[in-house]
C-alpha cells in the first residue's frame, strides 16, 4: 500500500504546484467560497491551503487519504457526467506519500473538528480539535522521502512561477470564489470572488489591460460561450495568453487555440498572440476530462463544431472593431 501510493504519487504529484492544483480543486468541489494559499520556498518547505467549504466529517478524515476513497463518484455512468474536479481518490493518499501532511477539518458548525498527521503515509495523529467549518491543508517538506524526486526541483523562482500559472487557472475558471497567493508573506494574487471575470483579469494582468479587453457572448445549440477578448493591437508575444475554460474547469485543447489565433488571423502580426479568457458550457457528454489525471488536455467530440463556432463569435466581435 505504501509503495503503492508511492508510485501514484509520481503521477499525479510532480511539483509543489500539483499539490496545490488538487488541494484547491478538492475546497471547489467542497463549495468553498474563499480558498487562501500559502507557500513558503516554491512550495518546497510549505504549502497550506485553508477553505471555507462543506469540511470533512471527522469520522472520514483518514479514510479520504486511503486510496480510491473519494466521494464523488457514486456509480460508473457518473464518469460520464464529470462536473466536479476530482473523481479519482488519487490525491490525497499520493500527496500523504511524499511529504508531512497536516489536515484540520470540520462538517459542522459546531466550532468542533478532526486533526489528522501523517508522514510519509504513515498515521501520526487523529484527534478531535477546535476549528470552525471548512478545511485546513498543510504540506511541509515535500519529497522530503524521495530524495530522487526531491533533485529534480527547480529554483524557487521557477517552482513559483508554475505555483502562480496553477492559480492564476484556478482564478480565471471560477470568478466566483475569492482566492489569494502569498508567498513567503507577499500577496501574489487577490481576487474578490465577486462573479466578475474582468475583475479576476484585471488582478492577473493589471487594470489598464482589463479595461481595454472586449466582452463577447455566443450561443449555439450545443454551446455556449462568453468572455474577453483583447484589441488586435493590444496582443502579446506570450504564447501562453489564450485560457480555455470548460464547464467550470480549466482545460487546453490544441485545435480550440488554433480557432482563437485564426480569429485574429488577418489583424494579427506574426509572433504576436492575443490575451483571451473563453468561458464555454456544454453537456458533459461532449467533452472528454479523462485523458489525462494531472493535465489539462481535453478532447471533444464534435471539435471541428465547435472550433467555429468559437473563432466565429469572436470575429465577429473583432470585426464591429475594426469598423
Ligand atoms: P477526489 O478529489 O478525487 O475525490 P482526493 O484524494 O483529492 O480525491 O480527496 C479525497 C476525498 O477527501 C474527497 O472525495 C473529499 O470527500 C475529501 N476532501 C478532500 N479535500 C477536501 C476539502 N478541502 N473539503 C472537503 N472535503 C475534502
Ligand atoms: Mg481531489
Not at 530522487?148 to 480565471?172: C, F, N, P, V, W
Request: hydrophobic residues 40%.
Amino acid at each position: 500500500e505504501h509503495i503503492a501510493n508511492q508510485i501514484a504519487a509520481g503521477e499525479v504529484v510532480e511539483r509543489p504546484a500539483s499539490v496545490i492544483k488538487e488541494l484547491v480543486e478538492n475546497a471547489i468541489d467542497a463549495g468553498s467560497t474563499r480558498i487562501d494559499v500559502a507557500v513558503e520556498e516554491g512550495g518546497l518547505q510549505l504549502i497550506r491551503v485553508t477553505d471555507n467549504g462543506a469540511g470533512i466529517d471527522g469520522d472520514d478524515c483518514e479514510t479520504a487519504f486511503y486510496r480510491h476513497a473519494t466521494s464523488k463518484i457514486a456509480n460508473g455512468r457518473d464518469l460520464f457526467q464529470i462536473r466536479s474536479l476530482g473523481f479519482r481518490g488519487e490525491a490525497l493518499p499520493s500527496i500523504a506519500a511524499v511529504s508531512k501532511v497536516e489536515c484540520i477539518s470540520s462538517a459542522e458548525d459546531t466550532g468542533l473538528g478532526r486533526r489528522i498527521v501523517i508522514e510519509g503515509g504513515s498515521l501520526k495523529t487523529n484527534a478531535d480539535t477546535n476549528t470552525s467549518r471548512g478545511t485546513d491543508f498543510t504540506v511541509r517538506e515535500l519529497f522530503y522521502n524521495t530524495p530522487a524526486r526531491l533533485k529534480y526541483m527547480k529554483t524557487i523562482q521557477t517552482e513559483l512561477g508554475h505555483i502562480s500559472d496553477t492559480m492564476h487557472r484556478m482564478a480565471l475558471a471560477h470568478p466566483q470564489i475569492a482566492f489569494t497567493l502569498r508567498h513567503n508573506g507577499n500577496t501574489l494574487l487577490q481576487t474578490l470572488g465577486n462573479g466578475d471575470l474582468l475583475q479576476v483579469i484585471a488582478a492577473i494582468y493589471g487594470t489598464s489591460i482589463a479595461k481595454s479587453m472586449i466582452p463577447i457572448e455566443g450561443e449555439q445549440l450545443d454551446y455556449s460561450v462568453k468572455g474577453y477578448v483583447c484589441k488586435p493591437e493590444q496582443t502579446r508575444s506570450n504564447r501562453n495568453a489564450i485560457s480555455t475554460v470548460v464547464n467550470g474547469r480549466f482545460i487546453r485543447n490544441y485545435a480550440l487555440n488554433q480557432a482563437v489565433q485564426q480569429a485574429y488571423h488577418t489583424l494579427l502580426p506574426i509572433n504576436r498572440f492575443p490575451l483571451v479568457v473563453l468561458h464555454l458550457e456544454m453537456h458533459p457528454s461532449l467533452v472528454d476530462v479523462n485523458v489525462h489525471p494531472a493535465k489539462l488536455e481535453v478532447r471533444f467530440s464534435k471539435e471541428l463544431e465547435l472550433c467555429q463556432f468559437v473563432q466565429h463569435t469572436i470575429a465577429e466581435v473583432l470585426q464591429d472593431q475594426v469598423l
